[in-house]
């Protein structure tokens, strides 16, 4: 029953089973053409043979870059010869961040916030003074907060003021899950702060209109549901170009554009750590000054996006109201400091959902 | 044991408690009910609902949705993922289960704990552990990337990922069937002069098939509906590591939600598939369902 | 061999020295894809200084968000443990239209992915889906509530509350029944003292892993819950809310929090469980 030879005809057969399952998983993990190491080789000299870019963006980018990405790849066709391939991942810009930062290898990132960017800067993959490095300070487009409120306005919201009634109720997203939504609470206290109030008066502001929101969704998309398919609230902040683009895929709700607003501006980089390993640096720097042109601009304009360029500005102007007095993170202190202030642990949006609780 | 099909017929035939007859047919119809409100509560309109969303665009959305590159491309993704998986955690269940069962030594329930956590890890907690292992900044990290191998972010994560939430599908579904059975059966077979590899495919298998089979559908198909652990180590990069409950996400999240809906029902329906398989099989062996 | 029970002439340890390959492969297995993960997720949660980590693990929106994961979680195990077992009584003891297909959608909340499960119970309990609408008037809210946290963990935990209560009231012997009702117990007394005992470890296994798979869940909870902290928050959240602050060493630390209390339930469950088979076994 326990001979040697029995042992040992036992162990190789667990072992033969073992080898393959682990032999079949690494055929695959060599076969998947998901690693942008191919393109190492290819693309030692410029204009070479096929290369392969990652964009690394977050999720509504995506109906831009449908459209952005091919013209893109005839042009560069056009001017070098060389085939450019582009894989895409879209997803939350805080979990792109990680991503790339634990190892997704991103040529290109294109993230919500100059925060998350600047992530991925400390955490050595991209150079200090990326922000030089393309137009505009690296901020391809833009967006602001807005107010989205049932048809007809019931409640007759003008403005952020409205939302600190007693009979209104907010829906926003939360900060803490999802860090675009951090612009939404920015955007409340510096209405206070950028016109003229102190601290105070903006944590009492900011105090009442997160007692009144009912539900925290997890990010923009999970507010729109909760406020549109599943009638939440009377007013939801939001983003304008998410607002924009779900009216366009048929959740369509009245909203206002307040005049004092945050300026969302959202960031491009090329990840220098990637684009040297790669050797697409040419390409990946191509591909984001492509982005500031009139024509990926308006790309952008289309699915609900400020343009940067001014032309292209001038020509979606009745889509984006002019805002009176625009302020922005530089005016709120930089991100370092924001996030220290508000979004840290014990901070004051802790401090707000602590006394709200309490 | 082959006893339990006799029992059928024992309890059919057993004297019915005191009580009129008509009122015990109140009480088995007021519990019918009552089953039939809970689940269509908890289970039923949930799953209506999907397919009614599914269909909202009519048949173009559909097609429309099932013929996308990247849908196609997500759908084989899943598939080879759970293709890989499933094998690899019903050796470990089955390694597992033949270990545990009438066996008794110090820790064995905690064995068996330990052996159930990852039902009770969350899925994001469970993707944060391995980028934390294979990760760029992870213990693995710099030997992976120093030998350009690549795991997280790639099909092996993907694989990993899904291997661990469906760990204990297989062993806890063939545990007690082994514990059921007892030895006597492996026994006899010894005392014939069968070796060990003999005893276990011709007698132990055999009478384990069931339990195996429930097992194997079962972590099949969580396994293609992995979602959280799945999303923290894919990188979701679209048309090659975007597994079909990333794209649903994806889809979402850009306001299709008539694709979202779509690729939902084809997951919903390999439940339905899976769970109709293991149906066809029970009734095959003309026994009913066994459970864990 | 594998299926021999141990002689008692082998010691324990003899057995561990000459250990079987299915023994060699469970702990090779569970080496890589169990334990060295936790190890990870330990090792970088200690990264952080004790003070550091008794800070976050006793944070007050955390122990608010322990209270709600656990405390819902239990009620939601112990709704279906009771909801479970007449399910399989009725799904092992009677025949009626529909049997079949009731049986087989038990396990629909396996394969379905938690973000449609969340979504779906969302839509249809909130004030104007189907079920929530109905409510509504009655002043019930669903969906933003601990209300909708507990109908989205009884959602997930149901197949393990029946599943594990039907096989043993299928091979429960039909003659100590028999004899209890032939020696004039009521149907109520044969339930209590011959029924359920055999049943009750089953009844609370699945109780116990409903639980553990509830306190887990965060794809179909985070989407029908309303967030708030101090109100319907639940501890996966926060550990995505710590990831999205970058602090993956905070964000492992309630990960382990939750890990070891799940631990501790498990361990319980499965030693009342052993218990439980000696006793009727």
């Not at chain 2, 934390?132 to 694989?159: E, M, Q, S, T, Y």
């Not at chain 3, 968000?65 to 819902?72: A, S």
């Not at chain 3, 060493?249 to 070891?260: C, D, F, N, Q, S």
Request: glycine content about 8%.
């Amino acid at each position: 029953m326990t001979s040697p030879q029995r042992y040992i005809s036992r162990r190789s057969a667990v072992l033969f089973m073992a080898g393959l399952g682990l032999a079949g998983t690494l055929a695959a993990c060599g076969s998947t053409p998901s690693t942008p190491e191919a393109s190492t080789g290819a693309s030692t000299t410029a204009a070479a043979g096929p290369v392969e870019l990652t964009l690394v963006t977050y999720a509504v980018t995506q109906a831009a870059y449908e459209q952005i990405i091919p013209k893109f790849a005839e042009k560069w066709k056009a001017e070098t010869g060389q085939e450019v391939t582009f894989n895409q991942s879209y997803g939350g810009s805080g979990s792109q961040t990680r991503a790339v930062l634990d190892g997704l290898e991103a040529d290109v990132v294109a993230l919500a916030l100059a925060g998350d960017t600047k992530k991925i800067e400390k955490g050595g993959l991209i150079e200090p003074g990326w922000e030089s490095e393309a137009p505009n300070n690296a901020i391809v487009h833009k967006s602001v907060a807005v107010l989205v409120t049932r048809e007809g306005n019931p409640k007759n919201i003008q403005g952020w003021e409205d939302l600190a009634r007693d009979d209104v109720a907010v829906v926003t997203a939360n900060p803490k899950t999802s860090g675009g939504a951090k612009w939404n609470f920015l955007g409340a206290w510096g209405f206070k702060t950028q016109t003229g109030s102190d601290d105070a008066a903006a944590l009492d502001f900011v105090t009442k209109i997160y007692k009144n929101v009912p539900v925290l969704p997890k990010d923009a998309r999970e507010s729109t549901d909760v406020f549109f398919t599943r009638g939440q609230g009377d007013v939801l902040i939001n983003y304008e170009n998410e607002v924009l683009l779900a009216a366009a895929k048929g959740e369509k709700l009245p909203f206002i554009v307040p005049d004092v607003n945050i300026s969302i501006d959202n960031p491009v980089a090329v990840v220098d750590a990637n684009v040297d390993k790669h050797g697409t640096r040419e390409v990946a720097e191509a591909f984001v000054e492509f982005l500031f042109t009139p024509e990926a601009q308006e790309e952008f304009a289309k699915v609900g996006f400020r343009p940067v360029d001014p032309t292209v500005g001038e020509k979606f102007a009745d889509q984006f109201p002019k805002i009176d007095t625009l302020f922005t993170i530089a005016d709120l202190g930089g991100w370092e400091a924001i996030d220290k202030k508000f979004f840290a642990d014990g901070a004051i949006f802790d401090q707000v959902q602590a006394k709200i609780g309490k | 044991m082959a006893d339990s099909s006799l029992k059928q017929p024992i309890a059919a035939a057993a004297p019915k408690p005191q009580g009129a007859t008509s009122g015990f047919q109140w009480g088995k119809w007021l519990l019918v009910a009552f089953v039939f409100g809970y689940l269509a509560l908890i289970l039923l309109v949930p799953a209506l609902n999907v397919f009614i969303q599914a269909l909202k665009g009519g048949l173009p959305g559909l097609v429309d949705t099932f013929t996308s590159k990247s849908f196609v491309n997500a759908v084989k993704l899943t598939v080879i993922a759970t293709a890989i998986t499933v094998p690899l955690n019903t050796v470990f269940g089955l390694c597992a289960a033949l270990s545990l069962a009438n066996k008794n030594f110090p820790g064995r329930s905690l064995l068996i704990s330990i052996i159930d956590l990852p039902f009770s890890i969350s899925p994001v907690v469970a993707g944060l552990m391995l980028v934390l292992l294979f990760g760029n900044r992870g213990w693995f990290g710099p030997l992976l990337d120093a030998n350009a191998i690549k795991i997280i972010f790639a099909l092996p994560g993907i694989v990993m990922a899904t291997i661990f939430v469906t760990m204990p599908f297989i062993a806890r579904e063939v545990l007690p069937a082994l514990e059921e059975n007892g030895t006597q059966q492996e026994e006899a077979a010894a005392t014939l002069g069968a070796t060990p590899w003999q005893t276990f495919w011709r007698v132990t298998l055999p009478s384990i098939k069931w339990s195996l089979l429930y097992g194997l559908i079962l972590c099949n198909a969580r396994a293609m509906g992995e979602f959280g652990a799945v999303a923290v180590v894919s990188g979701n990069i679209v048309g090659k590591t975007q597994t079909l409950p990333l794209f649903i996400e994806e889809a979402h999240v850009q306001y299709n939600t008539q694709a979202a809906y779509t690729a939902s029902l084809l997951l919903a329906c390999l439940a339905v598939v899976t769970l109709v398989l293991k149906y066809l099989l029970e009734r095959s062996a003309g026994i009913q369902s066994k459970g864990h | 061999m594998t299926s021999f029970p141990p002689s008692s002439s082998q010691g324990f340890w003899h057995q561990i020295l000459h250990a079987s390959w299915p023994w060699r492969v469970t702990w090779l297995y569970l080496t890589l894809f169990l334990f060295l993960p936790i190890a990870a997720l330990l090792l970088k949660a200690l990264t952080l200084n004790p003070a550091e980590i008794w800070r976050i693990a006793t944070d007050p929106v955390a122990i608010s968000t322990y209270n709600v994961t656990f405390f819902t979680a239990l009620v939601a195990g112990i709704i279906n443990g009771f909801a479970g077992l007449i399910i399989a009584w009725v799904l092992v003891r009677y025949e009626f239209p529909g049997k079949r297909f009731l049986d087989a959608i038990i396990d629909l909340p396996f394969a379905l992915p938690t973000a449609v499960a969340g979504l779906t119970l969302s839509t249809i309990y909130s004030t104007n889906g189907w079920i929530g609408g109905f409510l509504e008037p009655f002043g019930i809210k669903v969906s933003f509530t601990r209300l909708g946290v507990l109908v989205a963990m009884i959602f997930i935990s149901l197949p393990f509350a029946v599943r594990t209560v039907q096989p043993v009231l299928q091979d429960l012997e039909a003659e100590a029944e028999e004899a209890a009702w032939s020696m004039g117990a009521s149907q109520w007394q044969t339930f209590w003292r011959v029924i359920s005992p055999p049943l009750m470890p089953a009844i609370l296994t699945g109780v116990a892993m409903g639980f553990s798979r509830a306190v887990g869940e965060y794809g179909s909870v985070v989407i029908i819950a309303g967030n708030i902290p101090f109100q319907d928050l639940i501890a996966p959240v926060l550990i995505i809310q710590r990831l999205e602050q970058f602090d993956y060493a905070g964000a492992t630390v309630v990960g382990t929090v939750l890990l070891l209390i799940s631990l501790a339930v498990l361990l319980v469950i499965n030693l009342i469980q052993a218990r439980g088979r000696r006793f009727y076994g």
